[in-house]
């Protein structure tokens, strides 16, 4: 029942924005839904997450695979220079990649940038899964004759994919919802057609409608998703895992090996550090001073851990049902939770606005509000790494707890709480670092005399100071990278065991 209700009250900024569209009526509406020009932007949407979908699930198997299991030395920096990108913000590499080249712009730039900043999302969930996967069965069927590479494909992979697919579920609902990257790479989007209407201001309700295409656009994903993954759950929960040490390759493909490892970060953060690094240097304009970084540096923080924690917190019920049952009521609330993600987020802090005007006006430009959009912006985020760690929990182990005598509660805390740990702490280092980058949500929703990083470098960007954003936008990595190097601590210790 608490599920229900956490999923209940997640559909409220989709609630306010049903309302929305259909206040100018359903002929109007309609009329906007299936207009040319959201047509093509939708068309521009579809492909974008398309490309940006299938190069992530490539690509982050392909870091996580390598990371495990292949020998390379000086171990525990993989997984480090896996987990960097996440510090990096889509529209901060893209301001960083513009500001480098500015011939950069359109589809290609815009997929090439978004696969660098979010194939962390599948790379880490995938990791985890490596860690936990029985390899006894891949070691079995090399003693029947498979190939090292046959015996992956349809022993291991099979074991790993649920986990991959929920990562590229979140890069895609991550891109079709992205605003800063696609309007600095001038690529037309779903998200950039909603921005356009809202700032127009002429018709609310045509943004609402639009919005509504992307809320659509998301549950057609989260039910792809949910075919793909079928009845899997990663690692087979009644089997005993077998951890497998990595294997040793030739001196040339270790090289090559680590060599595209530190291609992927290097073109994912040093290279948007080095550009931005040096737009700084050019141009002393409109610079921020150090109190003012400061306390916006200790605010960014501060929101990503409560929110965090909040966040993860009432992600739980549902991270927990939806990892040991299976129905129709548990399938729904999971779902609902994963809609909100493709949401704008300029529609949730508007239709939080709303909410907060008519239910509890003085919650208007509060923490709680602030806190509150974050929750419905992120859920997603936690219900993925919670529902991956705990399925990959083997029930008997609960089972032996409960026969010693143990109650439901020790058992939970003492047994499944402390087995999915590093799952657990992946989902508040997601939360906690998406909420660091976010921008709209806190541009409307902070309260007055609040600023973050975000907000700082887009005052800056509003204004075309740009070199004066440079500097903002490298602090802003940098204390990404704070969560991104606790990640990647706890994808080496999982991994070690």
Not at 22 to 34: C, K, T
Not at 323 to 337: C, D, G, H, Q, T
């Amino acid at each position: 029942m608490l599920a229900v209700v956490i999923a209940v009250i997640m559909l409220a900024p989709v609630a306010q924005l049903i309302v929305r569209a259909l206040g100018s009526g359903g002929r109007h509406a309609a009329a906007i839904l299936f207009r040319q020009r959201t047509l093509e932007l939708f068309g521009n949407t579809l492909l974008l997450a398309v490309l940006v979908s299938a190069a992530c699930l490539v690509l982050g198997v392909a870091i996580a695979v390598a990371t495990v299991r292949v020998r390379l030395p000086f171990r525990p920096l993989w997984p480090v220079l896996a987990c960097l990108p996440l510090a990096v913000p889509s529209f901060v590499g893209a301001f960083a990649w513009s500001s480098a080249l500015p011939q950069l712009h359109g589809l290609g730039p815009l997929v090439i940038v978004t696969v660098l900043t979010t194939v962390p999302l599948v790379t880490v969930p995938t990791i985890g899964a490596l860690a936990l996967a029985d390899h006894g069965l891949a070691d079995v069927a090399r003693t029947l004759g498979r190939s090292r590479s046959s015996a992956f494909f349809t022993v291991t992979l099979p074991q790993i994919l649920p986990a991959a697919v929920t990562g590229t579920l979140l890069v895609a609902l991550y891109t079709i919802s992205d605003f800063g990257s696609p309007a600095i790479l001038r690529y037309e989007t779903l998200t950039t057609g909603v921005y356009a209407l809202f700032s127009g201001g002429i018709d609310r309700s045509a943004s609402a409608v639009t919005s509504l295409a992307l809320v659509a656009f998301a549950l057609v994903l989260v039910l792809g998703e949910r075919r793909l993954r079928g009845d899997r759950a990663g690692a087979d929960p009644g089997s005993v895992q077998r951890g497998q040490t990595a294997r040793p390759l030739g001196t040339l493909s270790t090289l090559a090996c680590g060599a595209g490892l530190g291609l992927v970060a290097a073109l994912g953060v040093l290279a948007p550090l080095i550009a931005m690094t040096v737009r700084w240097l050019s141009s002393e304009r409109f610079g921020s001073t150090m109190e003012d970084l400061a306390a916006a540096t200790v605010t960014t923080l501060l929101l990503g851990a409560v929110a965090g924690t909040v966040t993860v917190v009432l992600a739980l019920p549902i991270g927990v049902l939806a990892a040991r049952y299976r129905s129709r009521l548990i399938a729904l609330a999971e779902s609902v939770s994963y809609l909100t993600h493709a949401i704008p987020g300029v529609v949730v802090a508007l239709a939080l606005v709303a909410l907060s005007l008519a239910l509890v006006p003085a919650a208007y430009q509060s923490a709680a509000a602030l806190i509150a959009a974050y929750v419905v912006l992120c859920f997603s985020l936690a219900i993925g790494a919670l529902r991956s760690a705990i399925a990959r929990v083997p029930p008997r182990l609960e089972e032996v707890s409960r026969t010693l005598g143990h109650g439901p509660f020790f058992t939970w805390w003492r047994v499944t709480a402390r087995t999915a740990l590093p799952g657990i702490v992946a989902g508040w280092v997601l939360v906690a670092t998406a909420v660091m980058k976010e921008l709209p949500a806190t541009l409307m929703l902070r309260p007055i005399g609040v600023d973050t990083l975000a907000t700082e470098l887009w005052s800056k960007t509003s204004i075309g100071a740009y070199g004066a954003a440079a500097p903002i936008g490298v602090l802003l990595v940098l204390v990404g990278l704070v969560p991104a190097m606790m990640l990647a601590a706890t994808l080496y210790e999982g991994a070690r065991r």
